[in-house]
């Protein structure tokens, strides 16, 4: 007989930890559709690996950039066009009168080089420590902590550049 | 590591400003069904009745696939099966991980081919922003393959998955 996790429980985790998550796999996929795929298939696995309880947040992480590569592979000759017709969602939340140094912020993020973006939003968004993110990704706490200092600066010049 | 410099503090205040986009209504309702689709470890003897397919006996398919599915699955890998040159092994899946490897060997993932076999209907449901969208239980074959890069040797997983979609419906 299966048993399915606790609905309270499995609620609370999605209301603390879902945006985080989808934001990622936003980052990892080439579109809203794969990314909304690779993050339900990715929750199930966790879950599942933690034998039902809410699964630890480096181990969600590393489920859906594993599955991500997974899809990318399968992908591969999806045409560019198919990728491009889908418009792109909004990584952040965006209000009225938000500063503008925050509006250039979220889209500076899109710039940045793919590994670089890899360890800011773990780091910042997801919460993990240098050695964990180091793990996630195969490299070591010093090449992580060094993209990250790199995405900081770049993003500082970024904003110092446009608002100047 | 080297403590973070006073510019990169003040960059990660600003970084801690921005929060991730909320859930969209229709992602919200389908990661809410997704529950019943965390299928916890169970003993053969206990979890769903299981079915060998004449043939593959290292197929082990739950119950609920049916002999249709099966007669599928069974089609889809005789239509597959690699080269008489290569060798291959199927595993059964101990969970949804990687296969196990021994000392010094890595197996790297290699293929992964998705099949469609079925597709069920299931209840309808209003998603926050009122619209209604009607359950699908699509059940996939998904026969991921993994190579040893230094022997050649190659193992292939093949795994049911359940996926439950929504699809929005017209009302008028």
Known sequence: ?164 | MKPPLPEDEAMEEQLNELQPARLPGHLRQRLNAARFQVRLATSPQEGAPHTTWPGYPWIRLAGWLGTGAAAIIAILVSLREPAATSRSTVVEPQDSSLPATGPGREFKPDTLDNFLVAAEPLDVVVAEDGRPYRLVRCTWIDRESYRDPLSDERVQLIQARNQIVPVALKFY
């Open chain 1, 1 to 164: 007989m299966h048993t399915t996790p606790d609905a309270d429980v499995w609620q609370a985790w999605l209301d603390a930890h879902a945006p985080r998550l989808l934001l990622y796999a936003r980052q990892q996929t080439r579109s809203g559709t794969d990314a909304e795929d690779v993050l339900q298939e990715s929750l199930v696995e966790a879950w599942e690996r933690a034998g039902g309880q809410p699964p630890e947040l480096p181990l969600a992480f590393a489920t859906i950039r594993r599955r991500a590569i997974d899809l990318a592979r399968s992908n591969a000759r999806r045409s560019a066009r198919e990728q491009a017709d889908e418009p792109a969602e909004a990584w952040f939340e965006t209000r009225p009168g938000d500063a503008e140094s925050r509006q250039l912020l979220a889209d500076a993020m899109k710039h940045l080089p793919e590994a670089q973006r890899e360890v800011v939003t773990l780091k910042v968004w997801g919460g993990l420590t240098f050695q964990q993110i180091a793990e996630l990704v195969g490299a070591p706490p010093n090449t992580v902590a060094s993209r990250y200092r790199y995405a900081l600066e770049t993003l500082r010049k970024s904003l110092s550049h446009v608002l100047r």
